[in-house]
């Protein structure tokens, strides 16, 4: 990163808020804390931060809540800091916009690799990783939508824009720059930079059906990002190089076969 990367860590644990300060200062960050949901405030009103560390289990308004607040009104990472068994929690919590989360206790080099992570994501993107290098369009048709692979921003049906955390760019990026392939979600994982360990939790799956309530007509029927049972997902592009008519796509033992009308 060009300029020292800007994180504010939101805790009621004292200690946990100074560890984590003296840890990412010494990485090359600027840190700032918050004890709540009201100091968390007096920080984003005076500053602007890259990421947010966000602690579930405050006083008052929980993580979660401000979590959703958060995404509401900025555009920053969020990873969310949660206790081990709080795994419906985690999946609220990826519902409601944070972009990856690290249970407690944690190791403080892994939480260092997240966050580095999320940050890659938001700025110019990592390398794509995975299963194909061939150059593909800046702008992408997902559906009705549009996916600006240079700007890492979505577009809506009219033009509008539509918002997506570092996570939900990602597995767009792979669906856009695979289409028409059944990808896994350890493909998925891959191709979008995460941990392995979601691959058990399915917090996978709680990232696309996020993503369908964006770019599909009805989410309950998606006709775009599609499930493959018992294999993963494939971004159907209604695509065809070939003028002689629509493409169906057809799923036959694991295999994708396009049929022209």
Do not use: N
Request: charged share 30%; aromatic share 6%; proline share 5%.
């Amino acid at each position: 990163m060009g300029e020292r990367g800007k994180i504010l860590v939101v805790d009621d644990d004292q200690d946990v808020r100074e560890t984590l300060r003296d840890y990412f200062e010494h990485s090359g960050f600027d840190v700032f804390v918050a004890g709540d949901g009201d100091g968390m405030r007096k920080i984003l009103t005076a500053r602007a931060v890259d990421l947010v560390l966000m602690d579930l289990s405050l006083p008052g308004e929980d993580g979660l809540t401000l979590t959703r607040e958060l995404r509401s009104k900025h555009g920053m990472g969020i990873i969310m800091l949660t206790a081990a068994g709080q795994v419906v929690d985690r999946i609220v919590g990826l519902e409601m916009g944070a972009d990856d989360y690290v249970p407690k206790p944690f190791e403080p080099r892994e939480l260092l690799a997240r966050v580095k992570s999320v940050l890659r994501r938001q700025g110019k993107g990592a390398p794509a990783s995975g299963l194909s290098t061939e150059p593909r369009p800046e702008v992408v048709r997902i559906g009705a939508c549009a996916l600006d692979l240079a700007k890492h921003w979505l577009y809506g049906a009219s033009g509008e824009e539509v918002f997506l955390t570092s996570m939900g760019f990602d597995l767009l990026h792979a669906f856009a720059t695979h289409p028409d392939r059944v990808l896994s979600r350890a493909q998925l994982l891959e191709l979008a930079h995460q941990r392995e360990g979601d691959v058990f939790d399915r917090s996978i799956d709680v990232r696309i059906a996020r993503i369908r309530r964006k770019i599909e007509v009805d989410p309950e029927k998606p006709r775009v990002l599609k499930t493959v049972r018992g294999v993963g997902y494939i971004c159907v592009s209604g695509q065809s190089k070939q003028p002689r008519g629509p493409m169906v796509t057809w799923m036959i033992r694991g295999t994708v076969i396009g049929l022209r009308g």
